[in-house]
């Protein structure tokens, strides 16, 4: 994904090798006092303390502590659709069965959930948690299109009377219980023992058994790790 034309108004780009170092530790350590500490709790004083730069450095890439959150909605999602198109044609799809295509491609989708729960407590403390960034909603309908796209490939293995539509329910139905996940809506005790990798095995499960209408076994699916930028 290219960076939309606004986040130009919100960082002075760095010319020189010296000042990009400082505007990844100045980003670096925003990401992690507010993960800390909150949107609140992380001042321009503490963030440039913890990047061991000047406030005046701070100043001389952003006017305030409002334009670098906006710039860290913006970049985390973009970096986000980078490795997303990177994996996408770097990684043999069509070697891959319907029933690893399918366990993957969950797996995917629990990364992102995973990774991006940094992003939502940023947006969530900020605006409120109906909101998201509109570099957010476009990852989201990027991976969700591509999705499509790789199942349907398979189409004949989809029994149900409109295959893009079975495809684009799994996809909501995964993404929508990883959303209560995350916000500690599923109040049952089984689930609260499961790992990403059980939430993996169980949610492709799902999604099979529906897509073949109980007619395929679940598969291990990848080991495809797409969304090592947030750590």
């Given at each position: 994904?290219?960076?939309?034309?606004?986040?130009?108004?919100?960082?002075?780009?760095?010319?020189?090798?010296?000042?990009?170092k400082t505007l990844n530790r100045i980003v670096n350590a925003a990401?992690?006092?507010?993960?800390?500490?909150?949107?609140?709790?992380?001042?321009?004083?503490?963030?440039?303390?913890?990047?061991?730069?000047?406030?005046?450095?701070?100043?001389?890439?952003f006017r305030g502590k409002e334009d670098l959150l906006r710039y860290?909605?913006?970049?985390?999602?973009?970096?986000?659709?980078?490795?997303?198109?990177?994996?996408?044609?770097?990684?043999?799809?069509?070697?891959?069965?319907?029933?690893?295509?399918?366990?993957?491609?969950?797996?995917?989708?629990?990364?992102?959930?995973?990774?991006?729960?940094?992003?939502?407590?940023?947006?969530?403390?900020?605006?409120?948690?109906?909101?998201?960034?509109?570099?957010?909603?476009?990852?989201?309908?990027?991976?969700?299109?591509?999705?499509?796209?790789?199942?349907?490939?398979?189409?004949?293995?989809?029994?149900?009377?409109?295959?893009?539509?079975?495809?684009?329910?799994?996809?909501?139905?995964?993404?929508?219980?990883?959303?209560?996940?995350?916000?500690?809506?599923?109040?049952?005790?089984?689930?609260e023992e499961l790992d990403d990798e059980g939430w993996e095995k169980?949610?492709?499960?799902?999604?099979?058994?529906?897509?073949?209408?109980?007619?395929?076994?679940?598969?291990?699916?990848?080991?495809?790790?797409?969304?090592?930028?947030?750590?």
């Amino acid at each position: 994904m290219e960076s939309p034309p606004e986040i130009d108004e919100l960082v002075r780009s760095p010319r020189q090798d010296r000042s990009r170092k400082t505007l990844n530790r100045i980003v670096n350590a925003a990401l992690a006092l507010i993960e800390e500490k909150g949107v609140d709790g992380a001042s321009v004083q503490d963030i440039t303390r913890r990047a061991r730069a000047s406030v005046g450095s701070f100043y001389a890439r952003f006017r305030g502590k409002e334009d670098l959150l906006r710039y860290l909605e913006i970049q985390l999602w973009t970096d986000a659709g980078d490795s997303w198109a990177a994996a996408l044609d770097e990684h043999d799809w069509n070697a891959l069965t319907f029933e690893e295509l399918v366990a993957t491609l969950v797996g995917v989708l629990v990364q992102v959930h995973r990774a991006g729960a940094r992003q939502r407590r940023i947006l969530e403390s900020r605006r409120g948690p109906e909101s998201s960034s509109a570099a957010a909603r476009s990852f989201d309908r990027k991976l969700g299109a591509d999705i499509r796209e790789l199942l349907l490939r398979h189409e004949e293995r989809i029994d149900r009377p409109d295959p893009g539509r079975a495809v684009d329910l799994c996809v909501a139905t995964v993404r929508g219980t990883l959303r209560l996940r995350d916000t500690d809506s599923l109040h049952a005790a089984s689930l609260e023992e499961l790992d990403d990798e059980g939430w993996e095995k169980a949610l492709a499960g799902l999604c099979l058994a529906y897509l073949t209408n109980g007619a395929a076994a679940p598969s291990e699916g990848g080991q495809m790790d797409f969304f090592e930028i947030w750590g």
